[in-house]
């Protein structure tokens, strides 16, 4: 059951049109991913070293939301993962990707393909890597679309820090690993929000770099550079971190980040949760924090995520060790979707037959609909990708 804090909405914004407080689960874990369907939502999460999927409802009220505690499945079985990253593939069923330490700290990676069936079968996987010190596979971007299968980890330079410098493990749909790509020297995957754009055939990274910029890196489907570029993500006095959860939703993005404000927390890895969105041209059209943990609490938020379902969108994070979900209502005109094409979920599967009605707000999480990748991994979709310049705030480097 989730503890209800309280249900005190913000003001109308021109993206943003509401937002609830957050509620805090009593289910300990970590890791937590809303995961929409045209039947509802389900989350998964990180506990007791595996991952679990279980429902997520709502009793009808704006912001109140509960985790299923006694319908949990434990989908992996493993018993000695760590972070985790769940996606929802093209053919509907769920790449789950989680770490481990083996011989040394965040030194392996399992990867498991999950059925979507009643009981979330195991249909493969394996190791993706084991005992693979050169690289860190903690906080790992991952992603399960038309354009590329599988997960990045960060390589380690020769004084033990990471050197950004990313290798994508392709994994196909038996949860097999079928060969490795290293990217371009730049965009640090740890702790990255990924996504696909399947019309203009790129891959675009949000890099959790500890800097005040975050960069944005744009591939092709070979996963060769196209563009790289800086971006302020949050206003000056907020280090922006863990930019995961990331989407597109008509012709903006949408991105759940944390922010910390450094003169006053310092270097810490917890802080509060900013909604920002960026129009087509890379450029900041609205900033949103929608939580203020700090100072009646010592500690912030962690590893945020977002998906929708139409309007309705579910940012889902941890705080001290439990799932934490906040319902936000967005104003699907102003991001310029198109209501008759919208499948109600993200973009990264233009050809869905999903018949959700995109029109949704706050409900319960339960329409018809047969959804053959209804929450899909959450990424980009239909729209040209424009990268002109100059943008105001923005540095630019072309190979």
């Excluded at 906080?139 to 679309?145: F, I, K």
């Excluded at 927390?265 to 969105?277: A, P, R, S």
Aim: aromatic share 10%; with cysteine; proline share 4%.
């Amino acid at each position: 059951m989730l503890a209800l804090l309280t249900l005190t909405t913000a003001s109308a914004q021109d993206f943003i049109v509401r937002y609830s407080e957050p509620v805090i689960g009593e289910m300990s874990g970590v890791w937590a991913r809303a995961l929409p369907r045209a039947d509802g939502w389900k989350i998964s999460v990180g506990t007791q070293n595996d991952v679990w999927f279980t429902d997520l409802t709502s009793s009808g009220s704006f912001g109140d939301w509960e985790i299923d505690r006694d319908r949990k499945i434990n989908v992996t079985n493993h018993g000695s993962l760590q972070d985790s990253s769940v996606r929802r593939c093209p053919d509907g069923s769920y790449q789950v990707v989680g770490s481990a330490s083996v011989s040394s700290p965040n030194d392996s990676a399992y990867v498991f393909r999950i059925n979507d069936d009643e009981d979330f079968s195991l249909r493969g996987g394996g190791p993706i890597e084991k005992s693979a010190s050169e690289r860190l596979h903690n906080d790992m971007a991952s992603l399960c679309s038309p354009l590329a299968e599988g997960a990045a980890f960060v390589q380690l330079g020769s004084d033990n820090q990471s050197d950004f410098q990313s290798t994508f493990f392709h994994i196909d749909s038996t949860g097999s690993v079928t060969g490795s790509t290293d990217l371009f020297k730049g965009p640090n995957t740890e702790g990255a929000g990924i996504l696909t754009d399947p019309e203009s055939g790129q891959i675009i990274v949000l890099d959790f770099n500890h800097q005040h910029q975050t960069r944005i890196s744009i591939m092709d489907e070979r996963f060769a550079e196209v563009d790289f570029f800086n971006v302020d993500l949050l206003e000056s006095n907020f280090r922006p971190f863990w930019p995961q959860g990331f989407i597109k939703v008509g012709d903006h993005y949408l991105v759940a980040t944390m922010g910390v404000d450094e003169s006053v927390y310092g270097m810490v890895d917890t802080g509060e949760i900013f909604l920002v969105v960026f129009d087509a041209d890379w450029s900041v059209v609205e900033r949103t924090q929608i939580t203020r943990f700090r100072p009646d609490s010592s500690e912030g938020a962690m590893r945020p995520w977002i998906a929708r379902r139409g309007a309705q969108a579910l940012v889902t994070f941890d705080k001290e060790v439990k799932h934490g979900v906040i319902e936000v209502e967005l104003n699907l005109e102003a991001f310029g979707v198109d209501s008759s094409a919208d499948t109600g979920f993200d973009y990264e599967y233009p050809d869905s037959d999903d018949d959700t009605d995109s029109s949704s707000g706050s409900d319960t999480g339960s329409t018809s609909g047969d959804a053959s990748c209804g929450g899909c991994a959450t990424g980009s979709g239909a729209g040209l990708l424009a990268v002109l310049l100059p943008l105001l705030g923005v540095v630019r480097r072309r190979a």
